[in-house]
């Protein structure tokens, strides 16, 4: 009986992804179906600005998502036991992917493309000489004859892996121009024109033009670090390009799971509170009062620190260290989420108190309609652009906050990767000299891409669905 060359791993985080991409692919099919709901998300995807930042939080979203399929790889078997034993470790496909990152661990630090580690240490040279000197590393630059080589190898890297990025991008760009051609009736020549003068409904030339500069990017930072450290190492030689991407899972889930956690608890407790009014205004008023006057960071510091007495009583429910972390990245999404909704829920509140006013609502309450069905028919439609513009704005605040309370040490598990942990690990080296710059500077660039695109996009899509806004501008 032949087993398994690996063991698949059903992290709970990883669980709620993909029922969290069931429920957005379900959306999808339900609004396309729909006019009236197609109407904005179309005029979304009109904009530059909304190209841009669903271009970028897609490559953000596709490594996270490959960095959700976990397993363990299977052991060779010694014994006589036919029994398959596991790797205790736990990977993912993005470790598969990006293997060489990986596995080519240095010593210690060593800075952006060096070819030698960032400290001196004591070496003995060929002469049996001790020489006090910067070692050259095992992994960066092992390929080249000399040191004077680096700059040419890199550039000649550079130069083919370009080519090879744009000659992708010529054949996506003709699948594409053949695609509206046919869509639209027209000849390939037609309908280039149409591209290249931005002429066309949606901004394809944005999109192509960024999709040329990204696949350059991916294609030479993909080629440059088979043979370079492209961002440096840290203290224990780990690559930080590797830790950037890493960080990528827990930064969206930090921002999207929360959100599963908060959006119920506004969202009802809101619309009740503005439409029933009386005691039960009162109750929830009392409520998100109350939890305000608590400073969120000793209530997620609480429970984080009773979980991890929990985890510690019990470590026979926790097989792997990445499920030890993974249960931490789930409880502080949830008590990120319950101490995170009270915000939204004032907004709906207020605005629920003047919708309930609106002519509509008094005519159907005159025609007997009931509470429910007025609030699902009349009062949250009307509503959904705050929850939308809410829900994007939120992430990323929350991908922010992850990096602040894994800073004062209340944040995700410190085996975890996370670009918080990266942060937290980066104090020190600024106070060394020479400075230690690139893990912090990796860190704040991946980070700043994200909440970047994501503020981007939540601007569109205020405009799209707020509507009292101009959509002409």
């Not at 009109?46 to 976990?70: A, E, N, P």
């Not at 440096?232 to 690559?239: A, C, N, P, R, Y």
């Not at 249960?327 to 995170?340: A, E, K, N």
Request: net charge neutral; aromatic share 10%.
């Amino acid at each position: 009986m032949s087993s398994l060359s690996f063991l698949p791993v059903f992290l709970w985080t990883d669980l709620l992804i993909y029922l969290l991409l069931g429920v957005v692919t379900a959306g999808l099919v339900y609004i396309r179906r729909h006019p009236h709901l197609r109407a904005p998300w179309k005029s979304v995807i009109k904009r530059k600005r909304g190209v841009i930042s669903i271009m970028i939080l897609l490559s953000y979203v596709v490594v996270g998502l490959l960095d959700s399929v976990h397993f363990r790889l299977a052991l060779d078997n010694t014994g006589e036991s036919d029994q398959q034993h596991y790797a205790t470790e736990v990977i993912s496909l993005l470790d598969v992917a990006i293997m060489p990152l990986r596995e080519q661990v240095e010593k210690t630090y060593s800075a952006p493309f060096a070819t030698r580690a960032f400290t001196r240490e004591m070496q003995t040279g060929s002469t049996s000489e001790i020489d006090y000197s910067y070692p050259k590393l095992q992994y960066a630059g092992a390929h080249l004859a000399s040191e004077q080589d680096k700059w040419p190898d890199i550039q000649q890297t550079m130069t083919s892996s370009s080519i090879k990025a744009m000659s992708w991008w010529i054949v996506l760009s003709i699948i594409l121009v053949m695609y509206l051609a046919k869509r639209h009736q027209n000849s390939g020549v037609v309908e280039l024109k149409r591209v290249v003068s931005g002429k066309s409904t949606y901004p394809i030339r944005t999109a192509l033009v960024l999709l040329a500069s990204m696949l350059i990017v991916a294609f030479n930072v993909a080629a440059l670090s088979v043979d370079y450290h492209v961002f440096g190492t840290d203290k224990v030689g780990q690559d930080v390009l590797y830790q950037s991407l890493k960080s990528i899972r827990t930064g969206l889930v930090i921002g999207t799971l929360t959100t599963l956690v908060m959006l119920p608890l506004a969202i009802s407790m809101g619309i009740a509170a503005g439409y029933f009014r009386g005691w039960v205004d009162d109750v929830i008023q009392y409520i998100y009062t109350t939890l305000n006057s608590i400073p969120g960071v000793l209530l997620i510091a609480a429970a984080v620190l009773m979980l991890q007495v929990y985890m510690n009583n019990h470590p026979e429910n926790f097989v792997t260290i990445a499920e030890r972390a993974d249960m931490r990245l789930l409880f502080l999404c949830i008590i990120l989420g319950v101490t995170s909704w009270t915000g939204l829920c004032r907004i709906l509140r207020g605005e629920t108190l003047k919708l309930r006013e609106s002519e509509y609502v008094l005519a159907a309450r005159a025609l007997g309609a009931n509470g429910p069905s007025i609030l699902h028919r009349h009062i949250l439609p009307n509503l959904m652009h705050i929850v939308m513009i809410s829900v994007v704005l939120d992430f990323s605040g929350l991908v922010l906050a992850e990096a602040v309370l894994s800073y004062v040490g209340v944040g995700v598990d410190p085996s975890m990767i996370s670009w918080g942990n990266m942060i937290n690990s980066a104090r020190l080296e600024m106070a060394r000299d020479p400075v230690v710059w690139w893990s912090l500077t990796a860190a704040f660039f991946f980070m700043f891409v994200l909440v970047l695109a994501a503020n981007l996009f939540a601007d569109v899509v205020r405009d799209a669905f707020d509507p009292r806004a101009d959509k002409t501008a």
